[in-house]
């Protein structure tokens, strides 16, 4: 009688144990809600992650608008310097044939011998040169300096304007000469080859 009681204390016990330990572990498992103070946290430490998400994004656009009108500049200006460089080719090419064409011309024309006192002058100084009369060797005017022409900083060609409407004609330099006493320009070219080179066109 007493052992059946005894196993019958002792079975309860046992039992009232398991479901204390049941109770334990249920109450562990389940979730512990957050504190407002945990959840206000929480809440802020994710806006400033999309914050920070949205920055980087706003900048990498910023970039890529910055790299984009970048690339558009450089690519209008290798354009336009594409565009300059065909044009200075055409014009330098359309001088070497004006050139060309220029001492052959001229190479036909005739010229005189020049005063003693001339030979050697050479026009070194463009001060005095535009306006200037331009004489024939034999001391003729037949007009009067309108433009210079300069070849790494030495007069290469004058432009002269021919008197009596007669037009302009280009001289190089190696046929004129300067008398800088009198301001006198003067050519060996002939006063009537001077009129036919008016009629020349490059």
């Not at 300067?178 to 320009?185: E, G, I, S, Y």
């Amino acid at each position: 009688m007493t052992s059946v009681k005894a196993r019958a204390l002792l079975s309860a016990s046992s039992l009232c144990f398991a479901l204390a330990l049941s109770g334990a572990a249920l109450a562990q498992s389940e979730p512990q809600s957050s504190s407002p103070a945990e959840q206000a946290q929480t809440q802020q430490l994710n806006q400033n992650i999309t914050d920070s998400n949205a920055a980087a994004d706003a900048q990498s656009n910023q970039n890529n608008a910055q790299y984009q009108a970048q690339q558009d500049r450089y690519q209008e200006q290798l354009r336009v310097y594409k565009a300059s460089q065909k044009n200075y080719e055409e014009r330098a090419a359309s001088y070497e044939a004006a050139r060309d064409r220029y001492a052959a011309a001229h190479a036909r024309y005739h010229r005189a011998a020049w005063p003693t006192r001339y030979e050697h002058r050479l026009i070194v100084d463009t001060r005095d040169l535009l306006g200037a009369h331009v004489h024939t060797s034999n001391g003729r005017t037949v007009g009067h300096v309108a433009e210079i022409a300069l070849a790494s900083g030495h007069v290469d060609a004058l432009r002269v304007t021919l008197d009596h409407s007669r037009g302009d004609v280009w001289i190089e330099s190696a046929d004129l000469r300067f008398d800088a006493d009198r301001k006198v320009v003067m050519t060996d070219l002939d006063r009537q080859d001077l009129y036919e080179m008016t009629h020349e066109t490059y």
